[in-house]
């Protein structure tokens, strides 16, 4: 599956609604320090179901959402939607027969989040069901941030594992597992 583009508003420095297009395979993001690319890999992680805000880079989960700066009033609520290509019909389930997959996360200064697949209400657990397996989600190996690498050669062996059953595609099922147990 293939990231065509993220639709930013109110998310972080992003105030005002941006487009950023993902045309070929290979894409780079460039610019001076402070410019926001580090918040267009955060926009990612939070729409596939982030919940800690110190992953986000900040304190609390309403920090995402844009505070204003030199003679730009701080925003409501922040959204970013992803869409992805399924031509190759990655993803299995009701979902097979898109060829787009549009996830939509917005949150309100209120700290509710809303998530949304192809336009449609969800759960943050139907957007996170959805990764499981492929590789992506918020905390998979599909986003290498600096540091991880020497984060992942330091880590426990319990550690390596997550990424090892990820990678394996038996993650979803250990999730199933536990939620049936919870039950
Ligand atoms: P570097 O090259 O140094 O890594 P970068 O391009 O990755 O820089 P980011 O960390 O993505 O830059 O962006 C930082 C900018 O985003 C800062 O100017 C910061 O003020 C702004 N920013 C972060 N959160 C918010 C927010 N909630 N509201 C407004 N601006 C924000
Ligand atoms: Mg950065």
């Not at 409501?76 to 031509?87: H, R």
């Not at 787009?100 to 917005?106: A, D, M, Q, T, V």
């Not at 199933?176 to 147990?181: A, G, L, S």
Request: glycine share 10%; hydrophobic share 35%.
């Amino acid at each position: 599956m293939r990231l065509k583009s993220i639709k930013l508003a109110g998310f972080k420095s992003f105030v005002d609604p941006t487009t950023v297009s993902f045309p070929t395979n290979l894409s780079a993001v460039v610019g001076p320090n402070g410019c926001g690319k580090s918040n267009v890999i955060d926009a990612v992680r939070w729409v596939m179901g982030e919940s800690s805000a110190k992953h986000l880079r900040g304190e609390s989960m309403t920090d995402v959402i844009f505070n204003g700066s030199n003679g730009r009033k701080p925003v409501g609520q922040a959204s970013i939607e992803l869409v992805f290509d399924n031509t190759e019909g990655k993803l299995v389930g009701e979902f097979a027969q898109f060829n787009e997959i549009s996830i939509r996360r917005k949150v309100t200064r209120e700290a509710q989040s809303f998530y949304y697949l192809n336009g449609t209400k969800c759960r943050r657990r139907d957007i996170t069901d959805l990764f499981l397996g492929t590789g992506l989600g918020p905390r998979s190996y599909a986003i290498i941030e600096q540091g991880m690498i020497s984060k992942l050669i330091e880590s426990k062996p319990e550690e390596l594992r997550v990424f090892l059953e990820e990678a394996a595609g038996i993650s979803k099922y250990k999730e199933r597992r536990k939620d049936t147990e919870r039950r």
